[in-house]
Nanobody, 125 residues
């Protein structure tokens, strides 16, 4: 089970931190990360972290502005979002891949093994 939190309303240029608490399955050993979906747009992979080696990756649209990290003691993954832009406005979902690490994260329409409830992020201009 994944529980996301931390969304909200922020002005452009501001920051937010999302949290994703994992329970009910072993951690590390999974890849966990974030997707987002804006109104009228397709699901987009945002960032992923491999629990085995801590490797991370990011969508080009957030590279250099977002930072993903994990706290294995708390079974929690964080997404620090800085220099937010109005185009970052979306519902953000945390998700876990049990078998393929981060390799499927940016495949259009991919279905992950576990999803958390979405959290709304709104960036005003």
């Amino acid at each position: 089970q994944l529980q996301a939190s931390g969304g909200g309303l922020v002005q452009a240029g501001g920051s937010l931190r999302l949290s994703c608490a994992a329970s009910g399955f072993r951690f590390p050993g999974y890849a966990i990360g974030w997707f987002r979906q804006a109104p009228g747009k397709e699901q987009e992979g945002v960032s992923c972290i491999s629990s085995d080696d801590g490797s991370t990756n990011y969508a080009d649209s957030v590279e250099g502005r977002f930072t993903i990290s994990s706290d294995s003691a708390k079974n929690t993954v964080y997404l620090q979002m800085d220099s937010l832009k109005p185009e970052d406005t979306a519902v953000y979902y945390c998700a876990a891949d049990l078998y393929y690490g981060c390799t499927r994260w940016y495949v259009p329409g991919v279905i992950m093994d576990s999803w958390g409830h979405g959290t709304q992020v709104t960036v005003s201009s």
